[in-house]
Structures are given as structure tokens and as C-alpha cells.
């Protein structure tokens, strides 16, 4: 299961995805963060995947596909993600943080 926790806190928006991270629940995750994120055109944007347990090949694909929406909308992208796991693996050009308080 994925839980997915959004707040907007000192004009930057928070996405803090929780739990399981796989292809049977990353498509309506997407649909609906990408709607947010388009609509709104947030100016900074912080991924935190610290509290994920377990992700694959498909959960991937989410992040991916979020960086490269907030992107598109002209939002600044934060990675929140400790190990850099993420970061290391699509070879993202974006600032990678440990802990959501550094980007405050």
C-alpha cells in the first residue's frame, strides 16, 4: 500500500510518499499528483522518499515522471531522499536533501 502525504507549508510543496511503491498503485498516484502539481505551478516542489519500504521497477517510474512533470511546469525540484538511491539511479540534475528541514 502507498500513502501519499501532501502539504504546502512556506510556499513550497511537500510530497511524502509512504510504504509500497509498485506498478499496482503508482498510476492513480501519478494522475492525481501531476493534476496538483500542473495546476497549481508550485514554484519549489520537494519529492521525500525517505519512508519508503519497498519500491520497484514501475514505483520508479512515479518519481521519474513527477521530476520530470514538475519540470515542465517551472517549478523547482527538491529530492528528499537520504540514500540518494533515486538521484543515482536516472542520473537527475536536481538537489538532493537528507532531511526535509534543510530545504526550510
Known sequence: MLKVI?????????????????????????????????????KYIVINTNYLEKVDFEGLKLILNISKKTIESGSNLVLCDKYQIVK????????NIKDEMEVL
Open 88 to 95: 543515482k539511479l536516472f542520473n537527475l540534475n536536481v538537489p
Open 6 to 42: 501532501c502539504e504546502f507549508r512556506k510556499g513550497i510543496f511537500f510530497i511524502r510518499l509512504l510504504g509500497y511503491l509498485n506498478k499496482s498503485n503508482y498510476i492513480e498516484k501519478e494522475e492525481l499528483l501531476t493534476q496538483i502539481i500542473l495546476f497549481n505551478k508550485f
